[in-house]
């Protein structure tokens, strides 16, 4: 797992412990606290933070031959917005699935690229909207990302595509566990479609996980 899935998951697990623990005293935070609006509600500000594990799998044909890079991976979703009605909630997303040693496939001939993580890093604006009463919610958006490879242990990247567009889409479902914090779990599908001028190739991505999630609204 990288440095920055390390990093993302304490963050996640501190605020998990603390919202848990305000729900256990009877906290009952002020609803102008933060910009939040009324207890349990999905209105005013909103933060939703997921990390999870699931598959990443991208595939192309070079000089005749079909390549696939694919194998286990652990994915960051991070989105930050408002609400423009109650349930109804626009913001920015930014997305992450990253394999650490993807199988490669080309010509039929498989191996691991040990020592090597293969990226998906995207970015753009999305919609979700929540079920009630039972907190079920459907999130998508448009993401503006890049594959990349590089070198475990290292900032420097060893190969990537062009910008390309691609959707990232949840469905989940969230427990209240203080006034304005949630915890929650939810279903991503990530689809994208990059360009690689250098081998003059078009990747098609497909990404899946299962996330654990914390909300602030």
């Given at each position: 797992m990288s440095r920055f899935c390390v990093v993302a998951l304490c963050v996640l697990l501190g605020v998990a412990a603390r919202a848990a623990e305000a729900r256990a005293q009877g906290?009952?935070?002020p609803a102008v606290?933060?910009?939040?609006?009324?207890a349990e509600?999905?209105?005013?500000?909103?933060?939703?933070?997921?990390?999870?594990?699931?598959?990443?799998r991208s595939s192309t044909n070079i000089a005749g031959s079909d390549l696939k890079l694919s194998g286990t991976a652990f994915g960051l979703d991070f989105a930050l917005g408002g609400a423009v009605t109650q349930d109804l909630i626009?913001?920015?997303?930014?997305?992450?699935?990253?394999?650490?040693?993807?199988t490669v496939t080309y010509g039929g001939v498989s191996g691991n690229a040990n020592g090597v993580s293969f990226d998906h890093i995207g970015f753009g604006p999305g919609i979700a909207y929540y079920i009630e009463?039972?907190?079920?919610?459907?999130s998508g958006s448009l993401i503006f990302g890049k594959l990349q490879t590089q070198q475990n242990g290292s900032n420097t990247v060893s190969g990537q595509t062009d910008m390309g567009l691609g959707a990232n889409l949840l469905?989940?479902?969230e427990w209240w566990v203080s006034p304005q914090w949630g915890l929650g779990v939810a279903l991503q599908f990530m689809l994208a479609s990059n360009k690689d001028g250098a081998d003059n190739a078009t990747y098609s991505t497909l990404g899946t996980s299962l996330s654990f999630s914390a909300?602030?609204?």
């Open positions: 906290h009952q935070a606290a933060y910009g939040a609006s009324p509600t999905h209105d005013g500000l909103y933060l939703r933070m997921g990390l999870g594990v699931g598959y990443l626009i913001f920015g997303e930014f997305a992450f699935l990253s394999v650490d040693s993807p009463p039972a907190n079920v919610y459907l469905v989940g479902k909300t602030f609204n």
